[in-house]
Nanobody, 109 residues
Framework: QVQLIESGGGLVQAGGSLRLSCAVSGNIVSIDAMAWYRQAPGKQRELVATITSGITRYADSVKGRFTISRDNTKATYLQMNSLKPEDTAVYYC?????WGQGTQVTVSS
């Protein structure tokens, strides 16, 4: 059974950086598209970034500040710089309808 396991969340001051990781466990031959989503309290879950065959796309709210990447171990990363209080949310990675458990990111002003 495939599982996605996020890590790297935490508390950071505005302007700071965090790097989220999403590890994939299970018998997977290859990974095509991966995505990061986030859900802030009282809001709907929103798409933050995707990576498909090396092509990346970002929500307008994070362009220029966040970077999605992958490595040869099938892990996916989200480097988050210049964080703002409005980036506070639970961040989830996604692959083919499978969600991770989420990791909390809190940005203080």
């Amino acid at each position: 059974q495939v599982q996605l396991i996020e890590s790297g969340g935490g508390l950071v001051q505005a302007g700071g950086s965090l790097r989220l990781s999403c590890a994939v466990s299970g018998n997977i031959v290859s990974i095509d598209a991966m995505a990061w989503y986030r859900q802030a309290p009282g809001k709907q879950r929103e798409l933050v970034a995707t990576i498909t065959s090396g092509i990346t796309r970002y929500a307008d709210s994070v362009k220029g500040r966040f970077t999605i990447s992958r490595d040869n171990t099938k892990a996916t990363y989200l480097q988050m710089n210049s964080l703002k209080p409005e980036d506070t949310a639970v961040y989830y990675c996604w692959w083919r309808g499978i969600w991770g458990q989420g990791t909390q990111v809190t940005v203080s002003s």
